[in-house]
T-cell receptor, first 112, second 114 residues
């Protein structure tokens, strides 16, 4: 059974810092991995999608990497802003229909 | 592009009432999912569908029913609402599994059962 763990569970940083969120998974047979953010009381917003054949994807201040062999993905946020405060989820797509497997989430707070 | 649309956004139900949460996607996705998210918790799969006419149970199906008569629509039915069903419900869709499969989520329905 695929298990997806995100470390740290919570993180508080001052504005302007660069930071890394981690996502670890136990089964490397994935199709892709997506990073989402969820704002309190809101839905999920897709940030980046990395196909299993890719190593990284970039969008603005965000960079996501994928290392299937070690079962890890990282989300790098450069020059963090208070507006980045949210819960970040990694979600894996695997071969069977029901398998959108969710990470445990990292709650990020960026302070002024 | 509308993407995945859920209605209603909010609803308060009395114990024992029934309701249907609507989910529609306009991307011609085969796969659709219903999740619930309890406060401070992760998302749990209720039901999913791999195509019109096909549905299957997820982790927490008790108290819910679904149907998939068309590719676009995947309604979730609560027959006898209970306080334990107070939660935020998310519908999601994705194309048939593949390398470029991207999941899309609706904005959620916040349900309170009193």
């Amino acid at each position: 059974k695929q298990e997806v763990t995100q470390i740290p569970a919570a993180l508080s940083v001052p504005e302007g810092e660069n930071l890394v969120l981690n996502c670890s998974f136990t089964d490397s047979a994935i199709y892709n991995l997506q990073w989402f953010r969820q704002d309190p009381g809101k839905g999920l917003t897709s940030l980046l999608l990395i196909q299993s054949s890719q190593r990284e994807q970039t969008s603005g201040r965000l960079n996501a990497s994928l290392d299937k062999s070690s079962g890890r993905s990282t989300l790098y946020i450069a020059a963090s802003q208070p507006g980045d405060s949210a819960t970040y989820l990694c979600i894996l797509t695997t071969g069977t229909a029901s398998k959108l497997t969710f990470g445990t989430g990292t709650r990020l707070q960026v302070t002024l | 592009n509308a993407g995945v649309t859920q209605t209603p956004k909010f609803r308060i139900l009395k114990i024992g009432q029934s309701m249907t949460l609507q989910c529609t996607q306009d991307m011609n996705h085969n796969y659709m999912y219903w999740y619930r998210q309890d406060p401070g918790m992760g998302l749990k799969l209720i039901y999913y569908s791999v195509g019109a006419g096909i549905t299957d149970k997820g982790e927490v199906p008790n108290g819910y029913n679904v149907s998939r008569s068309t590719t676009e629509d995947f309604p979730l039915r609560l027959e006898l609402a209970a306080p334990s069903q107070t939660s935020v419900y998310f519908c999601a869709s994705s194309p048939a599994t593949g390398l470029n499969t991207e999941a899309f989520f609706g904005q959620g329905t916040r349900l309170t059962v009193v």
